[in-house]
Structure formats: structure tokens, C-alpha cells
């Protein structure tokens, strides 16, 4: 096979990806690069019956509580990075949090995704009482942390406290990329460290990366994709890089959606076990991108629970959407998103179905 950009070539790649679930770098380069439309189709058609044979025509919704937008890191990506003087910074307090499960349970929400900045303000006792206390009024959820590096004894804590999963994207698999996206006191070793500590834990761990960040290289993808094979996370969060205004990189071109479809596509057919968001910058980039997010191999969104008095505080990004709506109001627009596609709004808590271990509920992993 040498006539690499044709179009029965690629049809074959994803016949080849289907199947044995792998494919050579050169073949993950000709999928990825691709622009064709019809094969985009085609392998979205395939990572659908993928997720479907899993998790049927389920979509699972999880409730994010972006509680803090103080932190002490840097990133040269991000709105809420300390160096951002313009960021207007917020906490919410434990009433606050608990206020946002109480509506969430409400509207039938299993999953909360406690997601913050780096805030030392939220030691480790202070993140135990929060989780332990929504467990104990709500112990039919799963409780998600998005907070962040720590050391492994904090994350125990967590774990012992009741919380179930965790999410840290690893942002590039590529150490020297890593590094231009980073400041020097941010360790690409340490945040890998910190993933398997969470997988040895017991987490359900999500990882994940931005599409299109500044320097990133068809290659640097490739390696993720080798990272996820290898690392098997349970949840994979992908979205377009998107510019913020107050970082250095205002300038620079976003990633795509055409990108960011084919490798949630790529991801379902590698890992059909996985929960894999449609995210919200996915439906910042491209108006229906949560629904294609949908169509090419994604089932979970994550609708805003956030008060609305803070959401357009909680900006990692220029354009975000959903800052100004109400949470009833989120997940009835979400509902009726998902309804469009075909899927539906499952009611449980979503966990990971790892078939190959042979159970079909893992709570606790
Ligand atoms: N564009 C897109 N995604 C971003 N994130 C942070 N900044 C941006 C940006 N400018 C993502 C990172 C982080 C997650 C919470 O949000 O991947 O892990
Ligand atoms: Fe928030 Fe549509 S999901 S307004």
C-alpha cells in the first residue's frame, strides 16, 4: 500500500483501526491529516458502533462545579494562570458547593466535577470535608476532583474520603512540548506521576490533551495516542486549544473541530470502554460541537452547574459558552442537544464498563 492519500486507503485505515484496535504512526499520521469528508464519516459511523456495543445509545451527564479560579501555577495557555492580573478571582464556599449538588440532584444529575485552579486555599482537609460531605448526602453519586497536581498521600486522602475519579490531562505526551507550554517550575515527570499514583489509588483517572496547542506537531498526537493506548484511562477529556486574550498566545490560531472529531473518533476505536466528553470548548469552536462531538464517538457532556454569578469568571478561554445560563437551563438545552443525535440522557452515574475484567460496574473501580 503506497498511494497513502487516497481515498479507498483510508477507508482501509479505519477498517485496519476498527479491527485490531492499533494502527503504525505513519497510518495514525494519514487518518489524522486527513480532510476528507466522507472518511471523516465513515470513521465516525465506525466509533459509534464502537461505544455503542458498550454503552448502547446511553450519553452521561456530569455536573461541573468550577468552585475556585485562583491559582498558583502559570500556564502559558491559560485565562485563569496567576500571571493573569485582569482574571476577577473567586471561591465558592462549602454552602455554595453544596447548594449547586442540591440543585444538580435535583435536575438528576449522579456526577458532580468539583474542577478548580491550583488553590491552596482548598488544603487537603478542607477538599476531604467537601467530598466526605457530599457523599454523606448524596451517596448514590460519584464524586470527580479536577484540582490539579498533588502529592500521592493527598490524593489517598481524597480516595479515602469517598471520592471516585479524577481528572488531570497530561496536555501533551511530549516532554519537550510540555515544556514550551509550561512554565520551568511546572515538571512534565511529576504530572505523569502523579497519573499513575491516581490509577494505583483506585481513581477512575481522566487524561487528556488540547487539540491544535501552539507547537504542537502531528507527531506530538501520535505519542498521545501511544500514551492512551498504554495508560488506559478510564476517561479521555479532549478539546480544542482556544486563545485567551490575557496570554501569550492571544495570537495564535485555535485548534480545529475537524481535528478534534476525528481524534474522539481515533480514541473510541482504540479504547471502546472509554468516557469520553463532548467538551465545552468543542461547542465553543463549532456551534453544533458537542452534537458531532456526539456523532463521532463521545458520551458524556458535562452541562455547567457553577452559579451564574461566577461563570464568566471561570474563563481558561476567550468566547467560552454557557456563562451566562442558569443550570436548569444548561441541561435542558443539553438534553435537548443530545435528543437530537439520537442518543439519550442516561440517569445513572455513568461509571467506566470495563468488560475485559468482567464486571459491569466497577464503582470502586
Ligand atoms: N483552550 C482550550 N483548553 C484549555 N484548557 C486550559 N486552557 C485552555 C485553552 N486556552 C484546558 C486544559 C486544562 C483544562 C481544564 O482546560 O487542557 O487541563
Ligand atoms: Fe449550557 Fe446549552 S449547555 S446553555
Known sequence: MTDTGSHSYHMELADK????????DDEFAAVLISDDPQFSDYLSAKARSAREKVYGKDVYLRGLI??????????????????????????????DIISCCDMGYGLGFRTFVLQGGEDPYYTDERIVSIVGKIKERYPDTAVTLSIGERERESYQKFYDAGADRYLLRHETADKDHYETLHPANMSFDHRMRCLQDLHEIGFQVGCGMMVGSP??????????????QEFRPEMVGIGPFIPHRDTIYADR??????????LLSVIRLLLPEVLLPATTALGTIDVRGREKGIMAGAN????????????????LYDNKICTGDEAAECIRCMSMRVAGTGYRVAESRGDHIRYDRGGKDHPRR
Open 17 to 24: 483501526l476498527e479491527r485490531d484496535r492499533d494502527l503504525s
Open 66 to 95: 468550577e468552585f475556585t479560579n485562583y491559582c498558583r501555577n502559570n500556564c502559558n495557555y491559560c485565562g485563569i494562570r496567576s500571571g493573569n492580573k485582569n482574571a476577577e478571582r473567586y471561591r465558592l464556599s462549602m454552602e
Open 215 to 228: 507547537g504542537q506537531k502531528t507527531e506530538h498526537l501520535i505519542k498521545d495516542l501511544r500514551f492512551l
Open 253 to 262: 490560531q485555535p485548534g480545529t473541530a475537524g481535528m478534534t472529531l476525528r
Open 300 to 315: 458524556v457532556v458535562m452541562p455547567n452547574l457553577s452559579p451564574v454569578n461566577v461563570r464568566g469568571k471561570y474563563l
